[in-house]
């Protein structure tokens, strides 16, 4: 039986100062080499989810476990460095370093992570950017010359790099024309098939939801989407 990633239990979550939880989730999980398309309305918790999920943020009760490590059993500095070793994150507003380059942006994981390093590479980092077609010329300047849609597929580079095991993608091919979304997504899912890694795919987009095997509706399994209407 294919191994668990990610698994999320009795998961509550509620930003300072608000009066219920935005995210009450009783069970989630995601098997090793697993694609998921997690949707939903604007405002439902999506990215707040996704933040649980890979231990940026931890939740005020119940629990995340990755590879089973709890995030919340960790201290901040260690879940910095589980999640560089192990999740590969494209965040919805991209997070590249402005002033390092191509090639350094997608990079940096490795040098973070000794575990990253083992498995990548910059051959591994040259081959993501062509299939991500990036040319040659651009892998020297900086993320601040580059247009949206260039970034974007710069941080999905950075994602895959090094194979972890699992991969998160915040609205990933928000900023691609159709023909860039579709290769982007015919290089993600295969990368994400040969290395074996989960993937948790967020987006508004329900036409490329047939890429996924697996569709996930967010207010279907959040409890307090549900409080919130009724």
Known sequence: MTSVVLQAEDLRFAWPGAAAPCIDIERFEVRAGE???LHGPSGCGKSTLLSLLAGVLVAG?????????DWAAMGGSARDRCRVAHVGYIFQQFNLLPYLSVMDNVLLPCRFSARRRAQGSRAQAEELLARMGLPAELWQRTALQ???GQQQRVA??????GRP???????PTSALDEDRREAFLDVLLAACEANGSALVFVSHDRRIADRFARHVLLPEINRAAVSAVA
């Open 146 to 148: 580059l247009s949206v």
């Open 165 to 171: 095991e699992l991969v998160i993608a915040d609205e």
């Open 61 to 69: 009760s119940g629990r995340v476990c990755l590879l089973g490590h």
């Open 156 to 161: 999905a580079a950075r994602a895959l790099i």
């Open 35 to 37: 694609a998921v398309f």
